[in-house]
């Protein structure tokens, strides 16, 4: 989990000042998916050490965060970012289509998001955020930074929204940072100690605004290609049993 400091720190700087951090930063930065078993280890493990620190488990099996379920589904990309050669962050992406989707905010957010899927909207869903908070402190765009990936999915799958699930006082990093509302007033969410909203944007909408704002979230379509494989934009909206077939490469 990222903590208040890595938001709130960049949040209080000028626009444009702090995007002329970030893009200096970018300048260190790398973007992959993770798909070896190595790297994907490494997510998890910086997933259940930022979420110990702040004590976000309700129990621990080992030293890693694995959601079998949504890490393993075909609709499943699991972020990472570097600095300097250092993973520093990471965050999972889930794009739905259809009834039938694989999304995690159906646990505790099915009465909003199974409505906006039956209707043949296009989700993209950003959970399992986490920083290494070592380097939070140090860099207090960070945030940002490890969100980017996340951004240029929603684009690169056209979807129609934007979802996030965070703690209360993270809300605002989402609303300032994304164009997102509150859709759903925190409430239990399975396996956290922490009550978790529901928060999301009409992401053609919030884009260009947000792009405007923070142009360190533009990318290009090679950018996007390079981690997410050849655009798919059209097939998403085939039907979720299709969703894995049309998503994957």
């Keep these: ?18 995007s002329d951090r970030v893009l200096r930063l970018l300048e260190r930065v790398k973007h992959r998916v993770a798909t070896e ?6 997510a998890f493990r910086l997933r259940f050490e930022a979420y110990q620190k702040i004590g976000f488990l309700q129990r ?3 030293d890693r965060l694995y959601d079998p379920r949504y890490d393993d589904a075909p609709n499943a990309w699991i972020t990472t970012t570097f600095i300097d050669g250092q993973l520093a962050g990471t965050v999972r992406v889930n794009i739905g289509v259809g009834e039938n989707a694989i999304l995690p905010g159906l ?24 920083a290494r908070l070592s380097l939070s402190s140090v860099y207090p765009e960070l945030a940002y930074v490890i969100m980017r990936p996340a951004f240029m999915a929603a684009e690169h799958f056209a979807a129609d929204c934007a979802v ?9 990093f989402y ?3 994304f164009g997102a509302t509150l859709w759903r007033p925190p409430r239990d969410y399975p396996g956290l100690t922490a009550k978790l909203a529901c928060v999301g944007a009409d992401y053609r909408f919030a884009r260009e ?8 979230f533009k990318s290009t ?18 039907g979720g049993e299709g969703l894995g077939a049309a998503l994957v490469s």
Excluded at 229 to 234: A, L, M, R, T
Aim: proline letters at 7%.
């Design 209 to 216: 605004f947000i792009e405007t704002r923070y142009p360190f």
């Design 37 to 42: 078993p190595a790297d994907r280890e490494a």
């Design 175 to 177: 609303r300032r940072a």
């Design 221 to 238: 379509s090679a950018e996007r290609e390079a981690l997410f494989g050849p655009s798919k934009v059209g097939s998403n909206r085939a």
């Design 60 to 62: 621990s099996d080992g």
């Design 1 to 18: 989990m990222v903590d208040e400091s890595s938001m709130g720190g960049a949040i209080g700087g000028a626009p444009q000042s702090f």
């Design 107 to 130: 646990q505790a957010f099915a009465d909003v998001l199974v409505p906006r899927l039956s209707s043949g909207e296009v989700i993209a869903e950003f959970t399992r955020l986490a």
């Design 164 to 172: 996030g699930s965070p703690r209360a006082e993270h809300i605002a």
